[in-house]
C-alpha cells in the first residue's frame, strides 16, 4: 500500500463508524472467547514424597520370621513368600506399619487410621513447609486410596487435620488400584479448568494395615511380599505467577480402561479365599494383560508426543501388515525421541523388566524404576512421585525435558502422565532419597 491508499482507507473509516464499532465488537468478542475457553495451563509447584521412621523397617530375615511366627502360615507359603522376596528387587530397608511388627499382628480399625495420618500428615505437612503455601489456600483436595475407605473418608480427615475452608471442592477415590495417582492428577486438572486462580492437592497413598493377608493361596501371598508403606502429596496450580517457581507443567493425560474383558477385570482381583480370609490374588495373565493396555495406551499417546519420523515408520508398517497380510513385525516407536526421563510404576521387577524390553528403553531410563522398588518397594499409586524424586536427586531434570509416568492398576487400568520441566529441577528439602541417593544406584542380583 502507498500514502494515497492509506488516505483513502482513512477517509473511508470516517465516514463508516458502524462498521469500526461493528468490526471491534466482534473482535473483542472473539478473543474473549478464546480467552475463557483456552485450557489453562496446569503447573506443578511441588511435591513431596513420605519417608517412614527407621523402626519400620523390614528387612527380609524380619518379615520372614514375622510370617512364621504368626502361626498362620504353612511351610510351603512361608517357601513361596522367601522365593517372592529374592527375586522381587526390593533390597532391606523397604517399610511395613507398626502392625504388621506386632507378634501377633494387630491389623485394627484404629491402626489402619494411624498408618494413613502418619503417610497423609507426614508427606503434605512436607509439603506445605517447602512451597509457603498455606492450607487455607487450598481450593481443590483429591486423595486416592484403593483398599482402605473408611468413614469420614482420608479427604474428610486431611479437612479436619488442616482446617481447610469450607467451600473445598473434595474427592476421594477407592477401588482404582496402583493406577490411582495419575486418575487423580487427571481428575485435578479437569477441576482447575473450571475453578480460577486456585490450588488443587492431591495426596495418593495405599494401606497395608488392614490389607494384610494371612492365608496361604499363592496367588493372595505376591502382594504381601511386594507392597510397602509410602505416599505422596503434590500441588498443582492454575495460577499465572505460579509459572516461575513451579518445577513441571503437565503437558498430556491418556488413560486407557480394559474393564470390558473380563479376564483383564479379574486379574488383579479382591475376594475371600477357601478359609475366608480375604486378599487380592493377582492373576498368571496379568502380564499379557498389562502389555495390551499399555499397547492400546501408546496407540493414542504416540501421535501426541512422537516425532513425524516416528509416525510415519509406525504408519506404514501398519499398512503393509493390513494391505498384505505380511508377517511383519509391528513397529514399536522410539519413544526416547519423545521423552527425556522414565518413570515407570515400580508394581515389581517382572513389570518393569517388561516395559524396558517392549519399548527398548537402555538400564539409564528405567534406574529410577528399580531403585525405587529397591528402596522403598511398591508403594502402590506413589510409587511415580519416588521414582521422579530420584530423578531429581540425581540432578538430572534439565529445563524442556520431558518425562512420562506411566502406571498400572487394577480394572485393568494404564493410564500415562507427560510433564514437562520448567527449569533446571532441584530436589526439594527433605526429599525421600535425600540421606541416601549418593548410595545408588545398587547392583541388583538376578
Not at 514424597?49 to 523402626?55: E, F, K, S, T, V
Not at 496402583?178 to 486438572?189: E, M, N, R, T, Y
Request: aromatic fraction near 10%; charged fraction near 20%; charge should be positive.
Amino acid at each position: 500500500m502507498n500514502l494515497d491508499d492509506l488516505r483513502q482507507l482513512w477517509l473511508h473509516l470516517q465516514y463508516n463508524l458502524v462498521s469500526i464499532i461493528i468490526c471491534s465488537a466482534i473482535l473483542v468478542f472473539g478473543l474473549t472467547v478464546y480467552i475463557m475457553t483456552r485450557p489453562r495451563p496446569v503447573y506443578l509447584v511441588d511435591y513431596s514424597c513420605y519417608r517412614p521412621p527407621d523402626h519400620l523397617k523390614a528387612p527380609y530375615g524380619r518379615f520372614l520370621e514375622h510370617s512364621r511366627l504368626t502361626g498362620d502360615f504353612d511351610e510351603s507359603s512361608l517357601e513361596f513368600q522367601r522365593k517372592i522376596l529374592e527375586r522381587s528387587g526390593l533390597g532391606e530397608e523397604t517399610y511395613v506399619p507398626k502392625a504388621m511388627h506386632s507378634i501377633p499382628p494387630t491389623p485394627s480399625m484404629a491402626a489402619a487410621r494411624e498408618e494413613a495420618e502418619e503417610v497423609m500428615f507426614g508427606a503434605l505437612d512436607t509439603l506445605f513447609r517447602n512451597t509457603n503455601v498455606s492450607p487455607k489456600d487450598i481450593g481443590i483436595l483429591v486423595v486416592n486410596c484403593s483398599l482402605f475407605n473408611p468413614t469420614p473418608s482420608l479427604s474428610a480427615m486431611i479437612v479436619n487435620k488442616y482446617k481447610l475452608r469450607g467451600n473445598i471442592r473434595s474427592f476421594n477415590l477407592g477401588g482404582m488400584g496402583c493406577s490411582a495417582g495419575v486418575i487423580a492428577v487427571d481428575l485435578a486438572k479437569d477441576l482447575l479448568q473450571v475453578h480460577r486462580n486456585t490450588y488443587a492437592v492431591v495426596v495418593s497413598t495405599e494401606n497395608i494395615t488392614q490389607n494384610w493377608y494371612f492365608g496361604n493361596n499363592k496367588s493372595m501371598l505376591i502382594p504381601n511380599c511386594l507392597f510397602r508403606v509410602g505416599g505422596s502429596a503434590v500441588l498443582l496450580s492454575n495460577k499465572s505467577n505460579d509459572r516461575r517457581r513451579a518445577k513441571y507443567k503437565l503437558i498430556h493425560v491418556v488413560r486407557t480402561h480394559r474393564g470390558a474383558d473380563d479376564k483383564a477385570f479379574r486379574c488383579v482381583y479382591q475376594e475371600q479365599d477357601d478359609a475366608g480370609k480375604t486378599g487380592v490374588s493377582l492373576s498368571k495373565d496379568l502380564m499379557a494383560i498389562a502389555g495390551g493396555a499399555l499397547k492400546t495406551n501408546i496407540t493414542t499417546l504416540g501421535p501426541l508426543v512422537l516425532p513425524i519420523s516416528e509416525q510415519l515408520l509406525f504408519f506404514t508398517t501398519l499398512v503393509v501388515k493390513k494391505l498384505f497380510n505380511a508377517s511383519v513385525k509391528p513397529y514399536i516407536p522410539d519413544f526416547k525421541l519423545a521423552f527425556d526421563h522414565f518413570c515407570i510404576h515400580a508394581g515389581g521387577r517382572a513389570v518393569i523388566d517388561e516395559l524396558e524390553k517392549n519399548l527398548q528403553l537402555l538400564p539409564i531410563h528405567v534406574e529410577a524404576s528399580r531403585m525405587s522398588l529397591h528402596r522403598f518397594g511398591n508403594t502402590s499409586s506413589s510409587s511415580i512421585w519416588y521414582e521422579l524424586a530420584y530423578i531429581e536427586a540425581k540432578g538430572r531434570i534439565r529445563n524442556r525435558n520431558r518425562i512420562w509416568q506411566i502406571a498400572f492398576g487394577s480394572g485393568f487400568k494404564c493410564n500415562s502422565a507427560v510433564w514437562q520441566a520448567l527449569q533446571n529441577v532441584k530436589p526439594s528439602s527433605n526429599g525421600p532419597w535425600e540421606d541416601c541417593i549418593d548410595k545408588y544406584p545398587v547392583k541388583i542380583s538376578s
